[in-house]
């Protein structure tokens, strides 16, 4: 007989039949047999992230399985459930895993799929500062520290590392920093603003007498003056003496007296 095919429906014995010249052969039992299992694939990632404590819980996207016999259908009406799904925490930390399996009509099983669900913390601690953000200061005044609290979603409330970079030589703008670290190493920071200022004039002192008598035409030699600073000391050297002695004057002065006389 010559040589043919033919296409199974399905897993199973198939009788098939030669036709020689005018005579039917015997039949042929042909045994065919489905050792192929389904496939099952995952819909989103393999991998999901959940923020710790968030207050959203876990959905999971699902699977979808296929099989080269058995139909959609019969694939989709004994799905398997996933295994794990009840073991996701999303308030600890920590890795999960869900499995998925499924089988077809023919009792083949497919090879089981993982998917990792990964809960972490990545939200900082939040900073909080007693008192004002902004201080104003005298120079030379005391600066009392009134420190900050932190709390985290995940551990609750935090130690505060705090940080002071003022300067209380010099006036200016400065910040003290409050740092706060949760058990994932997240980093939470809070900024005091501090501003030192000086609003004291120097003090000038005269050297020799503050009225002083010169004879006209005379040369005037001021014996000058001495001048400290809160901030900056002694800064005699920035002294600057104006001579508005008028000569002219101190003789219009003089006639006067002498003509009064």
Known sequence: FEYFTF???????????????????????????????PVISLNGEPVIYIEA???????????????????Q?????????????????VNTKGTYYVRYDAVDEHGNYAVSVYRQIIVRDTTPPVVTLNGNEYITLMFGEPYNELGATAIDNYDGEVEVII??????????????????????GNRGTAIRNVKIVDNISPQITLIGNEVMHVEVYSDFQDPGAEVKDNV??????????????????????????????
């Open 7 to 37: 296409k199974p429906n399905g897993k199973g014995t198939y009788e098939v039949y030669a036709q020689i010249v005018n005579k039917v052969s015997d039949p042929l039992y042909v045994y065919v047999a489905n050792n192929n299992p």
């Open 53 to 71: 404590r968030s207050g959203k819980p876990y959905e999971d996207p699902g699977y979808t399985v296929s099989d080269d016999i058995t139909s």
């Open 73 to 89: 259908e019969w694939l989709d009406s004994h799905r398997i459930p996933p295994t794990g799904i009840d073991k996701v925490d």
């Open 163 to 184: 940080s002071n970079g003022i300067r209380f030589d010099r006036i200016g703008l400065y910040e003290v920093q409050y740092i706060a670290y949760d058990s994932s």
């Open 232 to 261: 900056d000391g002694n800064i005699t050297d920035k002294v600057l003496i104006i001579d508005d002695i008028d000569y002219i004057l101190m003789e219009k002065v003089s006639q006067l007296l002498n003509y009064k006389k």
